[in-house]
């Protein structure tokens, strides 16, 4: 195993999913990518989920949000002896990851088992299960 992805959304989950990537990355030498998914206006707006009112500064207080995420995982993996690089994407989580990996010839994919509650996440439906469906890596759903 060269290559590592795991994603995280700021979830106790997704850090869950970040602390073993970052063990076994720390174990099998290999690169661990950490990849937060920021959902800008416009991506919300394809999916059909925009709220009423879309303050101005959406998209930079959601690429901020993935920013401070990122840096809490870097920490996580850090602590774990794990070598890691960060990214911030946007766009749909599920999509952004999988062609994440696929673009960078990753050997697993590590998420959450949980994340988005409620109806958005009937509506969106859930990263874990589209992940562990189309993904093109082998996929490891932390608990």
Do not use: W, Y
Not at 14 to 39: G, K, M, N, P, Y
Not at 49 to 54: E, G, R, W, Y
């Amino acid at each position: 195993m060269k290559k590592i992805v795991v994603g995280t959304d700021a979830s106790e989950s997704s850090f869950d999913a970040v602390r073993q990537a970052s063990e076994l990355a720390a174990a099998t030498s290999a690169e661990l990518h950490i990849v937060c998914v920021a959902s800008l206006a416009a991506d919300l707006a394809l999916r059909g989920v925009t709220p009423l009112a879309i303050p101005d500064n959406f998209d930079e207080e959601a690429k901020q949000g993935a920013a401070k995420t990122v840096d809490q995982a870097l920490e996580i993996a850090k602590n774990a002896g794990a070598k890691a690089t960060v990214h911030v994407l946007d766009g749909d989580a599920s999509t952004a990851l999988m062609d994440f990996c696929k673009k960078n010839g990753a050997d697993l994919l590590v998420v959450g088992a949980h994340g988005m509650t409620g109806a958005g996440r009937f509506l969106l439906g859930s990263v874990p299960n589209r992940c562990s469906h189309h993904a093109p890596c082998s996929v490891l759903i932390a608990r």
